[in-house]
């Protein structure tokens, strides 16, 4: 619907997939089985309680949550843009934004989430275009396997992203043109260490893009250490201009190898922050 979807804070859906759009999709592209969206003009917003056994998606000029998205072990998509693209590629699932107008979007549009997502061990994507701004607020509770958060300009983190757990820890990446973590607990621990990119990969290369400026504020925390006899994973904030931390990075083991981190700005830096990637009895 271009004039956009809400479900009330009463209203509870228990369904096999559930795809709410504020726009449209062709003829040619439903019966293909192609999942993408365009002229989203309006915005969706979750106030209920929403479970699925596969996948969620909520996509259009606006979306916001504020409340349950439950897809345990499935895939939870919540992304803005003039179009949206959900599709997969080498076993990898992505959300892709068709930025189609020439100037910025014709009203404020974004995604943000001040309520619950959990995909269990599944992945979560939440992903707004260049003209739109990107919000989890100090409410936002984030759980999967694997987080991506991917905006195009602004991207401010806040709230709690959990993918720890199994045997390895699991994957989240965040990044945008300017990326603000504040007051937010990511962890990626496991009995392997996961993964966490914040602004870029590992010196900037790599296919993630590049945020221009990174900020971790003091409350922030970055968990990726191991437990038991594993090894501790990676930590990686980037940008290719400014970047501030202040934050604490934990890569530590008890037994195996402390992990790896590295903190970075290719102009500049300023770091206050706390790194540790020790080994109570390990290298």
């Known amino acids: 619907n271009p004039a956009g979807v809400s479900f009330g804070p009463n209203s509870v859906l228990n369904v096999g997939d559930l795809f709410a759009a504020a726009g449209n999709i062709s003829n040619e592209d439903f019966l293909a089985g192609r999942n993408r969206f365009t002229e989203l003009t309006g915005e969706v917003l979750n106030y209920g309680s929403i479970h699925a056994h596969s996948s969620i998606a909520l996509i259009g000029q606006r979306v916001a949550n504020f409340g349950t998205l439950l897809a345990p072990e499935g895939m939870i998509t919540l992304a803005a843009d003039d179009g949206v693209l959900i599709g997969q590629r080498g076993g990898r699932v992505f959300a892709k934004m068709l930025h189609t107008a020439d100037g910025p979007a014709s009203r404020d549009g974004g995604v943000e989430n001040h309520g619950v997502i959990d995909a269990g061990g599944g992945t979560v994507n939440l992903g707004a275009g260049d003209h739109f701004a990107l919000a989890l607020g100090a409410t936002s509770r984030l759980r999967g396997g694997v987080v991506r958060i991917e905006g195009g300009g602004r991207v401010d983190v806040a709230g709690s992203i959990d993918s720890s757990g199994g045997r390895s820890g699991g994957l989240v990446e965040i990044t945008g043109d300017v990326v603000v973590v504040r007051g937010a607990e990511i ?78 700005g290719k102009r500049w830096l300023g770091f206050e922050g706390r790194v540790d990637v020790s080994s109570a009895s390990g290298d």
């Open 187 to 264: 962890d990626a621990s496991g009995v392997d260490g996961g993964t966490v990119r914040i602004g870029g990969d590992l010196q900037g290369e790599g296919e993630l893009p590049n945020a221009r400026v990174t900020v971790v504020d003091a409350a922030s925390s970055i968990d990726v250490g191991a437990t038991g006899s594993g090894d501790a994973g990676t930590a990686i904030v980037w940008s290719d201009d400014q970047t501030l931390f202040r934050g604490a990075i934990s890569a530590d083991a008890d037994t195996g190898v402390g992990g790896f981190v590295e903190v970075s």
